[in-house]
């Protein structure tokens, strides 16, 4: 594979990258199977007080699954990148960011960073739109190499 001859330039700041149309499927999905478990619990005449709060329990329990899953997102700003993945939250320095990674077959982007570990960064993801993600992984890399390390102007 040939390398592009010019790097792309780097979006404006602050940006978020995310999987939207993943998100956009998790939180309809949620919102209706929420809607679905409530009215079968109202609905069902047989039922104690009891059981449909548990019906009603589930489906708060299911929705706020698909709800985390929709949470990863990236956000690149003036200072550095916030990764927010599913349970977790982590700021960094620009500098901290030797490497953007998306190989093919991987999940998500990986970070390489200085401290020697790699960071997943699940808010970029080719699952369900590729091309987003790989356009949102060079945008990314283009930001990283522009205002980290690597960069030949700082």
Request: no cysteine.
């Amino acid at each position: 594979m040939t390398e592009p001859a010019a790097q792309p330039a780097p979006p404006a700041l602050p940006v978020t990258f995310r999987p939207t149309r993943t998100r956009a499927v998790l939180l309809s999905v949620g919102l209706a199977m929420f809607a679905t478990i409530t009215a079968v619990a109202f609905l069902l005449e047989t039922l104690s007080a009891g059981e449909r709060i548990s019906f009603v329990f589930t489906a708060v329990l299911l929705t706020s699954v698909l709800v985390l899953l929709s949470r990863p997102k990236v956000v690149a700003d003036e200072d550095g990148v916030t990764v927010v993945n599913l349970t977790s939250t982590r700021r960094l320095e620009w500098a901290q960011i030797l490497r953007v990674n998306l190989r093919p077959g991987d999940p998500w982007v990986f970070l390489d960073l200085s401290d020697g570990t790699s960071l997943p960064a699940l808010g970029i993801q080719p699952g369900v739109a590729r091309a987003q993600a790989v356009g949102d992984a060079r945008a990314l890399r283009a930001l990283a190499e522009a205002r980290g390390t690597g960069a030949t102007d700082h």
